[in-house]
T-cell receptor
Framework: AQSVTQLDSQVPVFEEAPVELRCNYSSSVSVYLFWYVQYPNQGLQLLLKYLSGSTLVKGINGFEAEFNKSQTSFHLRKPSVHISDTAEYFCAVYHFGNEKLTFGTGTRLTIIP | DGGITQSPKYLFRKEGQNVTLSCEQNLNHDAMYWYRQDPGQGLRLIYYSQIVNDFQKGDIAEGYSVSREKKESFPLTVTSAQKNPTAFYLC????????????FGAGTRLSVL
């Protein structure tokens, strides 16, 4: 079965500190990987994506993620967070041949001033 | 500006009533999707359509119906058979060339009176 796991439902971080949001997936086929961000009462905005090539991908707002095939992970990182990064973050996986995205349950990032 | 428009932003349903959520896109995308979002559960796929006049059930289609008569429009009807309709509903679309990259509307919040 294909699944996406975001183990941390909530992550509090002090402003200007680094953060890592974890995402693991299971799949028997090749995948594309995504991180989306959702601000309160809004839709989802694409943060970054891994389709192929370099395993380190950079996205908007200073975020980056690294694809680790052996560990089936795609963790999201930012070296220094800002108050405006307060949002919910979703990891999503596209499984080849499935034509659908599978989303994780989300991680709520709270920035502490 | 190109984008996905969902309306209304807030919607209230009475017992036994059918309600329709609107989703319109001017991105010339072939594929469109409806998701339901509940706290702590991430996004779950209700229905999707890869081409006009064709659509498929997602993971939680019971109590919902859709139509795709025009490329730009993919309305979702929440029927009286859906016993727990209170949720945030998100519409998304993607191109035929890269169906996995989905773009989202701002959502409709449905509540039961």
């Amino acid at each position: 079965a294909q699944s996406v796991t975001q183990l941390d439902s909530q992550v509090p971080v002090f402003e200007e500190a680094p953060v890592e949001l974890r995402c693991n997936y299971s799949s028997s086929v090749s995948v594309y990987l995504f991180w989306y961000v959702q601000y309160p009462n809004q839709g989802l905005q694409l943060l970054l994506k891994y389709l192929s090539g370099s395993t380190l991908v950079k996205g908007i707002n200073g975020f980056e993620a690294e694809f680790n095939k052996s560990q089936t992970s795609f963790h999201l990182r930012k070296p220094s967070v800002h108050i405006s990064d307060t949002a919910e973050y979703f990891c999503a996986v596209y499984h080849f041949g499935n034509e659908k995205l599978t989303f994780g349950t989300g991680t709520r990032l709270t920035i502490i001033p | 500006d190109g984008g996905i428009t969902q309306s209304p932003k807030y919607l209230f349903r009475k017992e036994g009533q059918n309600v329709t959520l609107s989703c319109e896109q001017n991105l010339n995308h072939d594929a469109m999707y409806w998701y339901r979002q509940d706290p702590g559960q991430g996004l779950r796929l209700i229905y999707y359509s890869q081409i006009v006049n064709d659509f498929q059930k997602g993971d939680i289609a019971e109590g919902y119906s859709v139509s795709r008569e025009k490329k730009e429009s993919f309305p979702l009807t929440v029927t009286s058979a859906q016993k727990n309709p209170t949720a945030f509903y998100l519409c998304a679309s993607s191109t035929g060339q890269a169906k996995n990259i989905q773009y989202f509307g701002a959502g409709t919040r449905l509540s039961v009176l």
